[in-house]
């Protein structure tokens, strides 16, 4: 009896598991954390806001489609996949291009085109890596004995989702005080800008 007691799973122990895995798979950099990191440093805090609300919203779309086995429908239609990966390869260079030549937030930077809701949940829902990790987290979950139920690892998924992204903000925000030196600012937001580039490329290629 006791021993049954402590081999069976217990709600806790899926939650800590789900959150550990969702943290290393899908906290990983990969085009969307890098793109609201990027977007942090070179717009800061407030303007970055309405960008990463939309990776956000749009990755917590991919869970959804991921949770209700509709990706392989998705990838099978004609012509959907390219054009969604060339819609999201397009914007990704536009949004390195904006990054790149961003000015110091102390010049008008802050000012400068920022990336908008609309961009953020296009990239989001065209990010394949965005369907591999969630995919994978969601097939170890679904391995064990489930205790918590689809609808609480969705709760669990999705307030996991908004805390990496807010984190990887929060990480991209903390460079911007370097941004009013214009040399300093022009070398971080290159990096960033390749950075997203080099990572979105990785992911396509998995």
């Not at 899926?14 to 895995?21: D, I, S």
């Not at 407030?46 to 779309?61: D, E």
Request: hydrophobic share 60%; proline share 5%; charged share 5%.
């Amino acid at each position: 009896m006791a021993g049954n007691v402590l081999t069976e799973a217990q709600p806790w122990q899926q939650v800590l598991a789900l959150v550990m895995a969702a943290a290393v798979v899908m906290g990983s950099p990969g085009p969307a954390t890098m793109s609201v990191t990027a977007v942090g440093a070179a717009c800061g805090l407030r303007p970055s806001l309405r960008y990463t609300c939309g990776v956000v919203l749009g990755t917590t779309a991919v869970l959804l489609v991921v949770a209700a086995g509709l990706v392989g429908v998705l990838t099978s239609t004609p012509g959907l996949a390219p054009s969604l990966t060339v819609a999201s390869a397009a914007y990704i260079l536009y949004l390195a291009f904006t990054i790149a030549t961003a000015l110091p937030l102390g010049e008008g930077g802050d000012e400068a085109a920022r990336p908008t809701f609309a961009g953020g949940f296009m990239l989001a829902v065209a990010n394949p890596k965005a369907y591999v990790a969630i995919g994978a987290v969601f097939a170890g979950a679904s391995a064990q004995t489930d205790v918590l139920g689809l609808p609480a690892r969705l709760l669990v998924l999705a307030a996991m989702i908004v805390a990496i992204h807010v984190l990887w903000l929060f990480a991209g925000t903390v460079f911007a005080r370097f941004l009013r030196n214009p040399l300093a600012s022009r070398i971080i937001n290159l990096v960033f800008a390749v950075t997203l580039v080099l990572t979105a490329a990785l992911a396509a290629l998995r």
